[in-house]
Nanobody
Framework: QVQLVESGGGLVQAGGSLRLSCEAS????????MAWFRQAPGKEREFVAA????????NYGDSMEGRFAMFKDSAKDTVYLQANRLTLEDTAIYYC?????????????????????WGQGTQVTVSS
């Protein structure tokens, strides 16, 4: 059973930065597709970034690239999401997701249905 543990959320002022971490518990991320999503109050879960473990570059959701950067530490089986120049609209619970399978027919890497494994989420609150 793949277990994902996120950390690094918290309260930050607008314009500040945070680094979120997602660590595998009892499993390696090798050959997995990893992703970050976020969910703001009253809104649907939103795709932030994803990449296949062996890729060198992540794919980002609309308007995410530039302020968000996803990267990994293979030795630690950990992926990170660096969030910069945060705004009030970035306030959300940030989730790490993973799949060992290909993209299901009819979906994309940005679709929550493509990820069977999820972490518990970490809250990011941006204040003015």
């Amino acid at each position: 059973q793949v277990q994902l543990v996120e950390s690094g959320g918290g309260l930050v002022q607008a314009g500040g930065s945070l680094r979120l971490s997602c660590e595998a518990s009892r499993h390696s991320f090798r050959n997995f597709r990893m992703a970050w999503f976020r969910q703001a109050p009253g809104k649907e879960r939103e795709f932030v970034a994803a990449y296949l473990w062996g890729d060198s570059k992540a794919n980002y959701g609309d308007s995410m690239e530039g302020r968000f950067a996803m990267f990994k530490d293979s030795a630690k089986d950990t992926v990170y999401l660096q969030a910069n120049r945060l705004t009030l609209e970035d306030t959300a619970i940030y989730y790490c997701a993973a799949t060992a399978f290909g993209i299901p027919f009819g979906t994309t890497i940005a679709d929550v249905k493509g990820y069977p494994y999820w972490g518990q989420g970490t809250q990011v609150t941006v204040s003015s």
